[in-house]
């Protein structure tokens, strides 16, 4: 096996056909004053050990260290592991294991990077805007991973279609990318692949609100590829919160006024 050192923020590493077993280091020391987080996705889904933290000091070769792939994240088309540093401040290094393989193609991205600057804070409307709310987000960073935090989403009365918007430099073997759309306090979330069309829809709605005690937030997470830069329209589906109060039983005097003043809007907008 070969041990190599990485020294960049952000490493690709791309298997045509054949590797030799290898191991590439993650020097932390030199990026935790600078960086809140570390991201690795790849899309070689064999199911072995690829990621380690290793607490050795002064050895090019990982002497001593914990096995981190439990907390990957396996997606439809990647897995991924994120890690927040000040949560591993006993590791000298993160070490990505590529395996030998005999005609297997894939791709191991990395990055270190900030959370604040991956995270935009998005208000969302309750029940009364009646469809009109709508909202775009543009994700300036060409990072690994975005956040997408939708604030003040916690009832099943709300629903919204999400709209993603990808713009990729080279149309040619461009990756797919993961759209998850994150409900903290349920089982809820839902996962979208994106298409080879521009745009990927979400439909974003509860079956459980959030609980009294709970001041979570509801999360879009990207998985993007680093050549692609992407917007985020949100917008309010009177249709769906219109199925949510029929789905939940709210009383049918609720559901009928809702009815009727998406109606007065539409003939306003018509006017």
């Not at 439990?70 to 897995?79: A, I, N, Q, R, S």
């Not at 080879?196 to 009294?212: G, M, N």
């Not at 985020?232 to 939940?248: A, D, K, P």
Request: charged content about 15%; glycine content about 4%.
């Amino acid at each position: 096996s070969v041990w190599i050192p990485v020294q960049t923020s952000k490493w690709t590493y791309t298997v045509n056909k054949e590797s030799n077993e290898t191991f590439f280091t993650f020097l932390l020391s030199s990026f935790r004053k600078i960086y809140s987080h570390f991201h690795c996705q790849n899309n070689f889904m064999y199911t072995d050990s690829w990621i380690y933290g290793c607490t050795n000091n002064g050895s090019s070769k990982c002497l001593t260290g914990n096995d981190l792939s439990w907390k990957t994240e396996l997606l439809p088309t990647v897995k991924a592991v994120t890690l927040k540093l000040e949560d591993y401040s006993s590791l000298s290094h993160v070490v990505v294991h590529v395996p030998t393989t005999n005609g297997t193609k894939f791709t191991m991205d990395c990055e270190f990077f900030n959370e604040d600057s991956r995270t935009v804070h998005v208000p969302v409307t309750h029940l009364l805007s009646f469809g009109l709310y709508s909202t775009k987000v543009k994700l300036n960073s060409t990072g690994l991973i975005h956040n997408v935090q939708l604030q003040q989403f916690s009832q099943i009365y709300q629903a919204f279609n999400i709209l993603i918007e990808r713009h990729c430099q080279s149309v040619k073997g461009k990756k797919l990318s993961v759209y998850r759309l994150h409900v903290p306090w349920s089982h809820e979330d839902s996962t979208v692949v994106s298409s080879d069309a521009v745009s990927t829809e979400i439909s974003a709605k509860l079956h459980v609100a959030q609980p009294y005690n709970d001041s979570s937030i509801i999360t879009l997470i990207l998985y993007a590829s680093q050549d692609c830069q992407y917007e985020v329209i949100i917008e309010t589906s009177f249709i769906q919160i219109l199925g949510q109060c029929y789905r939940f039983r709210f009383d049918k005097t609720t559901i009928l006024e809702l009815h009727t003043a998406q109606e007065g809007v539409v003939v306003a907008n018509r006017g």
